[in-house]
Nanobody, 115 residues
Framework: QVQLVESGGGLVQAGGSLRLSCAAS????????MKWYRQAPGKQRELVAI???????NYADSVKGRFTISRDNAKNTVYLQMNSLKPEDTAVYSCNAYRLGESDWGQGTQVTVSS
């Protein structure tokens, strides 16, 4: 297992930007996918973005064109660049590392977007 620590959350006005980081305690290069999820109060957890070991990416429709996921295997870190933030992006954002037989989670970081 790897330990995942998210950072970069905070309070931002609508239209602003934040960059979230997910630092792993070990190598992430062997994971099939690194993902960002979010969960708003009273709502189900939502998959926001995914990046595969090969570098392919996919996004939830609600964030396409605004969010960008990337990974730096040398730093064992995954990023989520969030631009043009909206109040509906307010949630706890969590990082997930997935490979067959293993799914590791971070503790999450709060993102609050004010209108």
């Amino acid at each position: 297992q790897v330990q995942l620590v998210e950072s970069g959350g905070g309070l931002v006005q609508a239209g602003g930007s934040l960059r979230l980081s997910c630092a792993a305690s070990g190598s992430i290069s062997s994971f099939n996918a690194m993902k960002w999820y979010r969960q708003a109060p009273g709502k189900q957890r939502e998959l926001v973005a995914i990046i595969t070991r090969g570098g392919s990416t996919n996004y939830a429709d609600s964030v396409k064109g605004r969010f960008t996921i990337s990974r730096d295997n040398a730093k064992n870190t995954v990023y989520l660049q969030m631009n043009s933030l909206k109040p509906e992006d307010t949630a706890v954002y969590s990082c997930n590392a997935y490979r067959l037989g293993e799914s590791d989670w971070g503790q999450g970081t709060q993102v609050t977007v004010s209108s």
